[in-house]
């Protein structure tokens, strides 16, 4: 069974980068046609797609947040990670790494539990 | 950008058949999928491409899309169907969410 876990700092400050990362397992991160992706959700809102993917490294990201975020993969860890910089209030959210399919297709199958993270100084 | 709208809130009697609408422009030419959120939890997947429905999906969960709507169908809806339901659909490269659904089921 896949599982995705999100890991990384609960509280960040303003103006700094946010950095989660999600560990893979139960299947390998390096699998042809899933791509990787993160999802939030602040409080009480809805869903917000920023980006994703592929394990060679290919990227597509939210057009409203390209300025700001960088995804990488590590396949040797199964990881892959988020880094969002420049954070305000605004970006004080649920964060979810889930496995997304490619195309006009996509969706996502398998989701983490989600972690919470404050931006507050 | 591509958005999608959805209502904001649905009601239902147990037993009764819910709908949930999704609108965006020319969305029957995408493919839309749906998607459950319960309080605390993360979402689940409940209908991908239209009208599939992943293993150990209901069957009372069902999906169409056409012209500029998909829809989420819930049949014989049951209290533990309670929660939020998010569309999704792919436009440019980019995965865009629907507001949300708050399904009350009373």
């Known amino acids: 069974q896949l599982q995705l876990q999100e890991s990384g700092p609960g509280l960040v400050k303003p103006s700094e980068t946010l950095s989660l990362t999600c560990t893979v397992s139960g299947g390998s991160i390096s699998s042809s046609s899933w791509y990787w992706g993160w999802i939030r959700q602040p409080p009480g809102k809805g869903l917000e797609w920023i980006g994703n993917i592929y394990y060679s490294g290919i990227t597509y990201y939210n057009p409203s947040l390209r300025s700001r975020i960088t995804i990488s993969v590590d396949t040797s860890k199964n990881q892959f990670s988020l880094k969002l910089s420049s954070v305000t209030a605004a970006d004080t959210a649920v964060y979810y790494c889930a496995r997304q399919t490619d195309g006009s297709g996509t969706y996502s199958d398998y989701w983490g539990q989600g972690t919470l993270v404050t931006v507050s100084s | 950008s591509y958005e999608l709208t959805q209502p904001p809130s649905v009601s239902v009697s147990p037993g009764q058949t819910a709908s949930i609408t999704c609108s965006g422009d020319?969305?029957?030419?995408?493919?839309a999928c749906w998607y459950q959120q319960k309080p605390g939890q993360s979402p689940v997947l409940l209908i991908y491409q239209d009208t599939k429905r992943p293993s150990g999906i209901p069957e009372r969960f069902s999906g169409s899309n056409s012209g500029n709507t998909a829809t989420l169908t819930i049949s014989g809806t049951q209290a533990m169907d309670e929660a939020d339901y998010y569309c999704q659909a792919w436009d440019s490269s980019t995965v865009v969410f629907g507001g949300g659904t708050k399904l009350t089921v009373l």
């Open positions: 020319r969305l029957g030419d995408k493919f």
